[in-house]
């Protein structure tokens, strides 16, 4: 199980105190009464951007001598093929070989999901709950003849993925593969300069919608739930309220478990994102 952040904490217990109630609160939703989506026009990324982003993976790869690059549930996962998904005890991955079709291998329970959300060609390997996943990467690279070869690894793939690629391969060489996986993602695209900007958007036009709806004695958890809904209305999606501290709290780096209340003249600082 991943710790949570003392940030990821703070915001937790927040949601929760909403969440006895509605999702959003009824007054704070309708404090956004009147707003529009911002994102009506916005592009999403589309299936010809994720093959040159792994065509420029590939190359990578082959500059430095990387036979395949394993690449686990998360935000490189989606950059790379599309698949928006979550990390659990029951590995789905990608391997992306330095040459040709990537593979996927996911449950097999979750494959009718993982093949809607696949946004380039590649093919889909399942396991069950009697067999290993890591079987399928090493059985993948021995029939491309990459098991001896150079295996990269995404920078946050989980430990006991790595060990089992490891011991499944003892004639490959494990190495990190962030140089490949930073190469790619640190240099945007114009497509993704247009969404950050509009994300960006929506967000600094939530803000000044709440700034001027806060009133004395609301507490942070009023101000995230007007601050999602203001979000949601104009577009952002993953919009939870970010990091919302009021007064004394606003000085500690990631805040308070005590409750604070808005007070004259006080400090309210927000701390939010979304896409």
């Not at 890591?134 to 001896?148: N, P």
Request: hydrophobic share 50%.
């Amino acid at each position: 199980m991943m710790r949570a952040s003392r940030r990821e904490f703070l915001i937790g217990a927040g949601v929760a105190g909403l969440s006895t109630t509605l999702p959003i609160p009824a007054w704070a939703a309708g404090g956004a009464a009147g707003l529009t989506s911002m994102a009506k026009d916005a592009k999403p990324i589309t299936a010809e951007e994720r093959l040159a982003r792994i065509a420029k993976a590939q190359r990578l790869m082959r500059a430095e001598g990387m036979s395949a690059l394993l690449i686990e549930a998360g935000s490189s996962l989606l950059y790379f093929t599309g698949i928006d998904w979550w990390r659990s005890e029951r590995l789905t991955a990608a391997i992306i070989p330095a040459e040709g079709e990537l593979l996927i291998i996911t449950p097999g329970f979750e494959e009718p999901s993982i093949r809607e959300s696949l946004a380039v060609p590649g093919k889909v390997e399942v396991w069950q709950e009697d067999e290993s996943p890591i079987a399928l990467i090493r059985a993948f690279l021995a029939r491309h003849k990459l098991d001896k070869g150079v295996i990269g690894i995404e920078e946050t793939v989980r430990f006991f993925a790595v060990d089992g690629v490891r011991a499944a391969l003892p004639g490959a060489t494990i190495r990190s593969g962030a140089s490949v996986v930073r190469g790619c993602r640190m240099i945007k695209s114009a497509a993704e300069l247009a969404l950050m900007q509009v994300a960006a958007d929506i967000q600094i036009a939530a803000f000044r919608h709440v700034a001027g709806r806060i009133e004395k004695g609301m507490g942070e958890s009023d101000l995230r739930a007007m601050l999602v809904a203001a979000s949601k209305a104009l577009g952002g999606d993953n919009a939870d309220g970010g990091l919302i501290l009021i007064g004394e709290a606003s000085a500690y780096p990631h805040g308070s478990t005590i409750p604070h209340r808005v007070t004259e003249g006080g400090i309210i600082l927000f701390d939010a994102g979304l896409s």
